[in-house]
């Protein structure tokens, strides 16, 4: 069974830091590139960051950049999120999705990590 | 950046009845390699999104064929033929052929 699990979210001060993971299995990780979609509370969908199959090439919003560094580990089927210097408007679900081809979008997603950023 | 805009935001619909989405790209989707890139997502409440048709007009795999899209350049449209219980939730459109990707606000769809 194709699946995509998320960890990592929790809540943190403005200011803080996270790292979130997203477990992939039953698929060719490596064929695949990854993204990171998130969701605030009652709001629409907003690309956050890319990574293509090979991890050579990611791509940021420019809400993140700057903030955000996203990688993966083929070995360990997984790809990662870190997130600095949170602010309360980075609060939302972070889906992590897989992408066979950039332009058609994801086909597949997880059900997400939530992250509250609070004081 | 492209922009995207669906209408309306809020669609009540009886059971069985049509339904059409619109969505509206600031910029013409036609990708260098002269694919038009545009996706729809339905989100079902309390679950992750679920792609259902890409390329404007492709179906997804077990996506049912009531679904349907269309469109060309700027304008495109999602329609579902007759309306199920199982088809409440929001939708989104996607554009790809640009960077960076961007969704459309939504469109919530209940039943009347």
């Known amino acids: 069974e194709v699946q995509l699990v998320e960890s990592g979210g929790g809540v943190v001060q403005p200011g803080g830091s996270l790292r979130f993971s997203c477990a992939a299995s039953?698929?060719?990780?490596?064929?695949?590139?990854m993204y990171w979609v998130r969701q605030a509370p009652g709001k629409g969908l907003e690309y956050v960051s890319g990574?293509?199959?090979?991890?050579?090439?990611?791509y940021y919003a420019n809400s993140v950049k700057g903030r955000c560094t996203i990688s993966r580990d083929s070995s360990r089927n997984t790809v990662y999120l870190q997130m600095g210097s949170l602010r309360v408007e980075d609060t939302a679900l972070y889906y992590c999705a897989r992408v066979l081809q950039w332009e058609v979008g994801p086909d597949v997603w997880g059900k997400g990590t939530t992250v509250t950023v609070s004081s | 950046d492209v922009v995207m805009t669906q209408s309306p935001l809020f669609l009540p619909v009886n059971l069985g009845q049509p339904a059409s989405i619109t969505c509206r790209s600031s910029?013409?989707?036609?990708?260098?390699?002269?694919?038009?890139?545009l996706t729809w997502f339905q989100q079902r409440p309390g679950q992750s999104p679920r792609r259902l048709i890409y390329?404007?007009?492709n179906r997804d795999s077990g996506v049912p064929d009531r679904f349907s899209g269309s469109g060309s350049g700027t304008d495109f449209t999602l329609k579902i033929s007759r309306v199920e219980a199982e088809d409440v939730g929001v939708y989104y459109c996607?554009?790809?052929?640009?960077?960076?990707?961007?969704f459309g606000q939504g469109t919530r769809l209940e039943i009347k």
């Open positions: 996607m554009q790809g052929a640009l960077w960076p990707p961007a």
């Open positions: 039953g698929f060719p990780f490596s064929s695949y590139a």
């Open positions: 390329e404007v007009s």
């Open positions: 990574i293509s199959s090979n991890g050579d090439t990611t």
């Open positions: 910029q013409r989707l036609v990708h260098s390699n002269g694919n038009t890139y």
